[in-house]
């Protein structure tokens, strides 16, 4: 199976500062079909996860565009362009590119 | 609007069987996957499987082969998991999730999640 690791696993931060997460693939995730199926998600104390960012980049409906997706092969980054209160819980990388689908161990975003 | 509504949570003996459901609304069921996560409380999400109700095809994770299985009731929009011979380490919360249609494949719209205990 694919091994996605999350650095860092605890991130620190003041409100409207900028951070950013590394999801690093154990395999490249790049599709034959020239897809590289490699989504974020986050999920909030208590709350189920909700969908970010999709195919590496691209901002879902919805989300704050301070929110941005980057990367490729088997390097990948989440960056958030000032963080705000709701911004904080954990944030998981996931892959769908080769089978089973497989998660990074997850960031926790907390206030410093 | 699109919602993924589970059941509620259960509470089971080791050995037994749980049976969670999902019921969709807002979209057209058989166009979109369901997939199935396990998360045990405090720790990571796993990725037990997914089942395609437009055509009953189902892919499971080769930890959860033999654990999970899935169906999907189209005419009550519904998908389901049964869990079988559980043990403590099936103790999680569980969520149904969708598969968008835009080719990315990725979990747009999440169920509430599903508490289950293992107990005796």
């Known amino acids: 199976d694919v091994v996605l690791t999350q650095t860092p696993p605890t991130l620190s931060a003041t409100i409207g500062q900028s951070v950013s997460i590394s999801c690093r693939s154990s395999?490249?995730?790049?599709?034959?079909?020239?897809?590289?199926?490699l989504h974020w998600l986050l999920q909030r104390p208590g709350q189920s996860p909700q969908l970010l960012i999709y195919?590496?980049?691209r901002l879902e409906s919805g989300v704050p565009n301070r929110f941005s997706g980057s990367g490729s092969g088997t390097d990948f980054t989440l960056k958030i362009s000032g963080v705000e209160a709701e911004d904080l819980g954990v944030y998981y990388c996931v892959q769908g590119t080769h089978a089973p689908w497989t998660f990074g161990g997850g960031t926790k975003l907390e206030l410093k | 609007q699109v919602q993924l509504q589970q059941s509620g949570a259960e509470l089971a003996k080791p050995g037994t069987s749980v049976k969670l459901s999902c019921k969709a609304s807002g979209y057209t069921f058989t166009s979109y996957y369901i997939y199935w996560v396990k998360q045990r409380p405090g720790q990571g999400l796993e990725w037990i499987g997914y089942?395609?109700?437009?055509?009953?095809?189902?892919y499971y994770s080769e930890k959860f082969k033999g654990k999970a299985t899935f169906t999907a009731d189209t005419s009550s929009s519904t998908a389901y998991m049964l869990l079988g011979s559980l043990t403590p380490e099936d103790s999680a919360y569980y969520f149904c999730?969708?598969?968008?249609?835009?080719?990315?494949?990725?979990?747009?719209?999440w169920g509430q999640g599903v508490m289950v205990t293992v107990s005796s």
């Open positions: 395999q490249s995730l790049l599709h034959s079909n020239g897809n590289t199926y």
């Open positions: 195919l590496v980049s």
């Open positions: 089942i395609y109700p437009g055509n009953g095809g189902t």
């Open positions: 999730a969708r598969g968008a249609l835009d080719g990315s494949y990725a979990p747009d719209y």
